[in-house]
T-cell receptor, first 114, second 116 residues
């Protein structure tokens, strides 16, 4: 069985600062994918970044980067230079074997302050 | 490129009534998903379609929930009869192929259901 754990229910961060959102996972699948999504108050889930379990390098997408530590089973999201528009709920998710369902964590609420 | 479309955006019904949600995936996406997201939780998969066939409906409460994707494009999720605990946001997502762990799912705006 797969499990995603996000231990930070909420965080405050000042504008222009960097913030790290923690995510740990557990799976017995030899190959898996890790995803981060952003959910603003409007409700839509917005895809941010993807990391494959066999990728040699950490994924980056603009101001988002994923700190992937396979041995520790962690996939932390780093948001650099936070903006007010980054205030949202952030979900870590994992997908294992082919056709496997996307398993989500409980999410971390981020509030960016001026 | 148009994203995933869902309607309605909001719905309020009395318990024991029926309700239906509609989803139109991104053009060309073979795989369609319905998720239920209860307040304060991450989304939970209800059903996954590959074209017009069901891949996974293991967490769909089949005594009251049904879903179809007859022509392999848009889909309808129905609840009949609704219970108070069905109050949630229902999210539809689609992905290109569905069979690899790298397949990214793109979500629609969701339908917020309130059951009174």
């Amino acid at each position: 069985a797969q499990k995603i754990t996000q231990t930070q229910p909420g965080m405050f961060v000042q504008e222009k600062e960097a913030v790290t959102l923690d995510c740990t996972y557990d799976t017995s699948d030899p190959s898996y994918g890790l995803f981060w999504y952003k959910q603003p108050s409007s409700g839509e889930m917005i895809f941010l970044i993807y990391q494959g379990s066999y990728d040699q390098q950490n994924a980056t997408e603009g101001r988002y980067s994923l700190n992937f530590q396979k041995a520790r089973k962690s996939a932390n999201l780093v948001i650099s230079a936070s903006q007010l528009g980054d205030s949202a709920m952030y979900f870590c998710a994992m997908r294992g074997r082919s056709w496997g369902k996307l398993q989500f964590g409980a999410g971390t609420q981020v509030v960016v302050t001026p | 490129e148009a994203g995933v479309a869902q309607s309605p955006r909001y719905k309020i019904i009395e318990k024991r009534q029926s309700v239906a949600f509609w989803c139109n995936p991104i053009s060309g996406h073979a795989t369609l998903y319905w998720y239920q997201q209860i307040l304060g939780q991450g989304p939970k998969l209800l059903i996954q379609f590959q074209n017009n066939g069901v891949v996974d409906d293991s967490q769909l409460p089949k005594d009251r929930f049904s879903a179809e994707r007859l022509k392999g494009v848009d889909s309808t999720l129905k609840i009949q009869p609704a219970k108070l605990e069905d109050s949630a946001v229902y999210l539809c997502a689609s992905s290109n192929k569905g069979q690899t762990e790298a397949d990214t799912q793109y979500f629609g705006p969701g339908t917020r259901l309130t059951v009174l």
